[in-house]
């Protein structure tokens, strides 16, 4: 079998370039591949906020820098003051929720005690039962010293 091929390049409208390869070989179809033109782009947009910005001067005397920089300010102020709100929520709450877990294990031992205290009543005053019931079938006879000798 031999192989020979042939490469046909082309860019399109949208700057891809289309390689097409014709090979001889044993009845197989060559499907072209799609190359970009700036190989190494990445396939990342930049974000919004950098796209229009190029690397441009900026006069930290002027109105516009000053009213940028006192909104990021507060911004930023705003930010940390939730935050340590947040925090102190957080730490109030697990507060909170030591003091209600003490409560109920003091009340699960608390618990634990009146149902063994009342387990104890409860085959004492069953064992009790058993010791005054006669098994059926046994009777106990009590002779009478009066009637004896008549």
Do not use: C, W
């Amino acid at each position: 079998m031999s192989k020979t091929s042939q490469q046909n390049t082309t860019t399109d409208a949208k700057g891809v370039r289309v390689i097409h390869t014709q090979a001889h070989t044993s009845g197989l179809q060559q499907v072209p591949q799609l190359v970009p033109v700036n190989p190494g782009g990445g396939g990342k947009a930049a974000p919004p906020s950098k796209q229009g910005k190029k690397n441009s001067f900026v006069d930290r005397n002027s109105d516009e820098y000053r009213q940028r920089r006192e909104r990021n300010n507060m911004a930023v102020k705003k930010s940390r003051l939730k935050s340590k709100q947040k925090a102190q929520d957080t730490l109030q709450r697990v507060n909170q929720l030591k003091d209600e877990n003490e409560r109920l294990e003091a009340k699960i031992k608390f618990l634990t005690k009146e149902l063994s205290v009342l387990k104890d009543l409860f085959l004492e005053h069953a064992h009790n039962l058993a010791d005054n019931v006669q098994p059926v079938g046994t009777e106990t006879t009590t002779t009478n010293p009066e009637n004896n000798g008549q």
